[in-house]
């Protein structure tokens, strides 16, 4: 079967650093999605990852391992808009996106 | 606003009754996507289509769903005879795909069902 884990919950500080890890099993690849998702609203894309490394955009990070079947999200300098839930989603074989359940992400001043 | 809009935004029904959701992609887009999250969980995957034809369906997905892209612009997704269980927020999401390139997909508000 296809599975997607992630983290149900995180905390972090304002100002701090946080990593939120993704680990998948899927039938074929390509791809690993981030998306953030604030409280009631739609998800909105934050990176895409196809091949093995870092790609940085701004205060976000995402790392993929394609062998491990893993990726993270790194996100410094945390702002209290920081806080939502982060999916993590990967591009099958048939090129339908696997989701995760989410991170939610809690800031604390 | 990512350009993707979907009517209504809630939709309150007793069980039993026919909804209808409409859903208005991001116009040069020609996949367009529908999902089911409820609270706590990714969204689930229901349908697609690329321009209007509708490539894939979720083997989750029951007979009392179904979904409509008639000209390749705008879809329409109607559950008949509600239960309960179909209480979530229903997502549409929107990508420009060519070949073997699959862009990100853009979400629009979505709809929030109510199945009292």
């Known amino acids: 079967g296809q599975n997607i884990d992630q983290p149900t919950e995180m905390t972090a500080t304002e100002g701090a650093i946080v990593q939120i890890n993704c680990t998948y099993q899927?039938?074929?690849?390509?791809?690993l999605f981030w998306y953030q998702q604030h409280a009631g609203e739609a998800p909105t894309f934050l990176s895409y990852?196809?091949l093995d490394g870092l790609e940085e955009k701004g205060r976000f990070s995402s790392f993929l391992s394609r062998s491990k079947g893993y990726s993270y999200l790194l996100l410094k300098e945390l702002q209290m808009k920081d806080s939502a839930s982060y999916l993590c989603?990967?591009?099958?074989?048939?090129?339908?996106?696997?989701w995760g359940a989410g991170t939610k992400l809690i800031i604390k001043p | 606003d990512t350009g993707v809009s979907q009517d209504p935004r809630h939709k309150i029904t007793k069980r039993g009754q026919n909804v209808t959701f409409r859903c208005d992609p991001i116009?040069?887009?020609?996949?367009l996507y529908w999902y089911r999250q409820t609270l706590g969980q990714g969204p689930e995957f229901l349908t697609y289509?690329?321009?209007?034809?509708?490539?894939?369906k979720s083997r989750l997905l029951s007979d009392r769903f179904s979904a409509e892209r008639p000209k390749g612009s705008f879809s329409t997704l109607e559950i008949q005879r509600t239960e309960q269980g179909d209480s979530a927020m229903y997502l549409c999401?929107?990508?420009?795909?060519?070949?073997?390139?699959?862009?990100?997909?853009?979400f629009g508000p979505g709809t929030r069902l109510t199945v009292l």
């Open positions: 999401a929107s990508s420009l795909a060519s070949g073997m390139e699959h862009n990100e997909q853009f």
């Open positions: 116009s040069e887009h020609n996949r």
């Open positions: 289509f690329q321009n209007e034809a509708q490539l894939e």
């Open positions: 899927t039938s074929g690849f390509n791809g």
């Open positions: 990852n196809v």
């Open positions: 989603a990967v591009m099958d074989s048939n090129y339908q996106l696997i």
